[in-house]
């Protein structure tokens, strides 16, 4: 049976049953067990160049990854952490812990959305926002830098909606359809018209048509609910799409079109869909991880090929992944340690099929990760 979802503006059609059990899936470096595939820490760990599932449970509900440890969400609004622990990036309470397998930060039941970097952010069904991880530059929004073991809620506020961070910033959106943003801000990523830090949550602007936001590494990225895009922050190799490599510390229009969709940004490119299923990618090309055939960098969004059927886009650490709406998974960009999962290092500048499953329904986004975790039925 076939299932409509949106996606930006656009109605695709998926083959996934809405609410349909899903596996979670793990592919690429696996030091210190961030993979979550139960292997020790230390060595050998074993890398993956192929999706290897992550237990057996069907339970799993969304999913994030970071350059060294991964956290997901269940079903049961339960919030669960593995890899790297270092300045206490799982949550669990303890610093510089190890875990290869999947361990609960918690045990409360109300987790809905999640980001692994620095910060870790979360939302909770109820509309708050905690933090917990490395503080460096306030990056938690508590006024002050200390890292935590586990989440502290920022602020009292049960209004934030979307969620971003990257490089010791974070940036929100709220239900009203404002934007706020703080942390590290060395080349004006937070959109603040300077490049002073923020230790506590600062509005973007006086806007309240928000719709998306996403962090590259030293780069944001979001639509407004008119589908436009609009970029800021470093520019380096024209990561921001305004056709020059100036840096950029408010939120500067891309283009005039109003048709985008799904964004995301990686260490030092951005990738989009548009509402019309094309699919369309700028900045450092050097892996090939633009995807177009080439290693020749962009300042402008140039598109991916002719096809319509593209979907949810994620981009990492030099390699990035797009879906289509007949819910493949594709992937293209450098394939160290087995980075686009498939079943090799060899990489790739044009987007390739990840294994021949028609069955993915999710791809976690971290902009400085050297795995891959996806979700599929």
């Given at each position: 049976?076939?299932?409509?979802?949106?996606?930006?503006?656009?109605?695709?059609?998926?083959?996934?049953?809405?609410?349909?059990?899903?596996?979670?899936?793990?592919?690429?470096?696996?030091?210190?067990?961030?993979?979550?595939?139960?292997?020790?820490?230390?060595?050998?760990?074993?890398?993956?160049?192929?999706?290897?599932?992550?237990?057996?449970?069907?339970?799993?509900?969304?999913?994030?990854?970071?350059?060294?440890?991964?956290?997901?969400?269940?079903?049961?609004?339960?919030?669960?952490?593995?890899?790297?622990?270092?300045?206490?990036?799982?949550?669990?309470?303890?610093?510089?812990?190890?875990?290869?397998?999947?361990?609960?930060?918690?045990?409360?039941?109300?987790?809905?959305?999640?980001?692994?970097?620095?910060?870790?952010?979360?939302?909770?069904?109820?509309?708050?926002?905690?933090?917990?991880?490395?503080?460096?530059?306030?990056?938690?929004?508590?006024?002050?830098?200390?890292?935590?073991?586990s989440p502290v809620q920022i602020g009292t506020l049960a209004t934030w909606s979307k969620i971003a961070a990257s490089q010791r910033r974070a940036l929100a959106i709220k239900t009203d359809g404002t934007l706020w943003?703080?942390?590290?801000?060395?080349?004006?990523?937070?959109?603040?018209?300077?490049?002073?830090?923020?230790?506590?949550?600062?509005?973007?602007?006086?806007?309240?048509?928000?719709?998306?936001?996403?962090?590259?590494?030293?780069?944001?990225?979001?639509?407004?609910?008119?589908?436009?895009?609009?970029?800021?922050?470093?520019?380096?190799?024209?990561?921001?799409?305004?056709?020059?490599?100036?840096?950029?510390?408010?939120?500067?229009?891309?283009?005039?079109?109003?048709?985008?969709?799904?964004?995301?940004?990686?260490?030092?490119?951005?990738?989009?869909?548009?509402?019309?299923?094309?699919?369309?990618?700028?900045?450092?090309?050097?892996?090939?991880?633009?995807?177009?055939?080439?290693?020749?960098?962009?300042?402008?969004?140039?598109?991916?090929?002719?096809?319509?059927?593209?979907?949810?886009?994620?981009?990492?650490?030099?390699?990035?992944?797009?879906?289509?709406?007949?819910?493949?998974?594709?992937?293209?960009?450098?394939?160290?340690?087995?980075?686009?999962?498939?079943?090799?290092?060899?990489?790739?500048?044009?987007?390739?099929?990840?294994?021949?499953?028609?069955?993915?329904?999710?791809?976690?986004?971290?902009?400085?990760?050297?795995?891959?975790?996806?979700?599929?039925?």
């Open positions: 049976m076939l299932f409509q979802k949106m996606s930006g503006k656009r109605t695709t059609t998926s083959m996934v049953s809405p609410g349909a059990p899903l596996q979670l899936w793990a592919w690429g470096k696996n030091y210190g067990g961030r993979l979550g595939l139960g292997d020790a820490y230390g060595t050998p760990y074993l890398n993956r160049s192929s999706p290897a599932q992550v237990g057996a449970l069907t339970t799993w509900s969304t999913a994030a990854v970071s350059s060294g440890h991964s956290l997901a969400v269940k079903t049961d609004g339960t919030l669960w952490a593995w890899g790297t622990g270092t300045y206490g990036n799982l949550g669990i309470g303890i610093n510089n812990a190890f875990r290869s397998s999947p361990v609960q930060v918690g045990t409360l039941t109300t987790w809905s959305a999640v980001v692994a970097d620095v910060p870790n952010l979360a939302t909770k069904t109820d509309g708050t926002l905690w933090a917990w991880g490395q503080g460096t530059y306030g990056g938690h929004g508590l006024g002050d830098e200390i890292s935590r073991s943003a703080w942390g590290g801000n060395g080349k004006g990523p937070l959109g603040l018209s300077n490049n002073i830090h923020r230790s506590s949550p600062v509005q973007v602007g006086t806007l309240t048509t928000w719709r998306a936001v996403a962090c590259g590494r030293y780069h944001t990225i979001a639509t407004k609910t008119d589908g436009t895009l609009w970029t800021w922050g470093d520019n380096t190799d024209g990561r921001l799409g305004l056709g020059d490599v100036v840096y950029r510390s408010s939120p500067v229009q891309v283009g005039t079109l109003a048709t985008w969709g799904e964004i995301a940004g990686g260490k030092t490119q951005t990738v989009s869909s548009k509402s019309d299923g094309t699919l369309w990618t700028w900045g450092l090309n050097n892996y090939g991880m633009l995807g177009l055939g080439d290693s020749t960098h962009r300042s402008s969004p140039v598109q991916v090929g002719a096809l319509t059927t593209w979907n949810a886009v994620a981009t990492s650490d030099d390699f990035s992944f797009a879906l289509k709406t007949d819910s493949t998974l594709w992937a293209w960009g450098r394939n160290s340690f087995g980075y686009l999962g498939l079943g090799n290092v060899v990489y790739r500048s044009v987007p390739v099929q990840v294994g021949t499953l028609a069955r993915w329904t999710t791809i976690a986004k971290g902009a400085a990760a050297k795995h891959a975790i996806a979700l599929r039925t």
